[in-house]
């Protein structure tokens, strides 16, 4: 069961009735149930049952669910390509032969009274506000979701037979504040990746430089973080796609990364950070900060710039009866940040 917050519940429709929320932070922060839900916070949805176990059949968002938004202004607001996705046949649905066809359908069941469960629930997902709207603007917008799906009903001991459920739209009050924060993820190489978060700026694109990140993974894992000139290279394209000089840190930052084959390759006294990722307690693992970018590029006109990014850093093993070593070097793919200098 997954802790929700803001739940919103729909009409009730033959006894059962939808609650719609989202997620809670891995902050473990917990939402103001009466403050507006979060524009890049994907929901969660369930239904309950004031008639006891109630089987259901859900089909893909372009047949079962509707959505449309309203900005601060009153006014209806685009959608992205998967908000134009997302209700596309929504009227064409009569029958479960209208779905069935060349789709999957979902099930889930409908056995308890939302009253006996509190807040906690789990069951479907949406998307994110900002996936299916384009919230150019900061402000409190009003999202509402539509829902229909199959009602499974037992005729006889060999017969059942399926019944159109729809759910009346709820209105959900989304809000845009005018800073966010923002979440992006490398590939990943022997069950690590990188998280680099920073803070979201009301540009599209924008980035500021309160950028850190911090290593992710499946499994227990140690590793050594390496000093700015082994483990990064960074290069900065301006609004116009041209290469940015690079001054003061930032001519030390990856000065050394291509020499960096093995552990044997470091001279001694390189800085070396020991990151542990414990899977069930990734905030364990601190996150570490990057330069700011103003202090290492000539970044002297105003705009979108994109941040050319590649990292490494070595994964530890305990190798008997010599204790931990460093075992290899693991180099990420490189990634495009959007980056905004206000």
């Known amino acids: 069961m997954l802790n929700i917050s803001g739940a919103v519940l729909s009409a009730t429709n033959g006894g059962i009735f939808l609650a719609i929320g989202a997620m809670q932070p891995l902050s473990g922060a917990v939402l103001d149930e009466n403050a507006p839900l979060l524009f ?10 004031n008639v006891g176990d109630v089987e259901l059949l859900y089909p893909k968002a372009e047949f079962g669910i509707r959505v449309k938004m309203l900005d601060p202004n009153g006014r209806e607001t685009p959608r992205t390509s998967a908000g134009k996705e997302c209700g596309s046949k929504f009227d064409a649905v009569r029958t479960l032969e209208d779905v069935v066809s060349g789709t999957t359908m979902g099930r889930i069941d409908a056995r ?75 590939a990943t190489n022997h069950g690590v990746c990188l998280e680099i978060m920073g ?28 000093d700015l000139a082994y483990g990064f290279k960074m290069n900065l394209r301006g609004p116009d796609g ?40 990734p905030l364990n693992t601190p996150e570490q900060p990057f330069p700011v970018l103003n202090d290492c590029f000539a970044m002297d006109k105003r705009g979108i710039y994109t941040m050319e990014l590649q990292m490494q850093l070595f994964r530890i093993i305990d190798k008997e009866p010599y204790g931990p070593e460093p075992e290899e070097v693991l180099r990420f793919p490189p990634m495009k940040i959007k980056v905004n200098r206000p």
């Open 242 to 281: 041209k290469a940015i000089a690079k001054k003061g840190l930032g001519e030390t930052i990856g000065s050394r990364f291509d020499s960096v084959k093995t552990f044997r390759d470091l001279p001694k006294g390189t800085q070396l950070t020991y990151l542990n990722i414990v899977p069930d307690m």
């Open 112 to 186: 308890h009274k939302y009253v006996e469960r509190g807040r906690g629930f789990s069951g479907g997902t949406l998307p994110a506000p900002e996936e299916l709207f384009l919230m150019e603007k900061p402000g409190i917008y009003s999202l509402y979701i539509e829902m229909q799906m199959f009602r499974n009903i037992k005729t006889n001991q060999s017969y059942w037979d399926t019944q159109l459920i729809k759910f009346p739209s709820v209105e959900i009050k989304v809000e845009k504040p005018p800073t966010a924060q923002f979440f992006v993820f490398s």
């Open 40 to 49: 890049d916070r994907s929901f969660v949805w369930e239904p309950f049952s």
């Open 199 to 226: 803070t979201k700026s009301n540009s599209v694109d924008g980035f500021d430089d309160n950028l850190r990140w911090r290593p992710v993974a499946d499994d227990n894992m140690m590793l050594h973080g390496l």
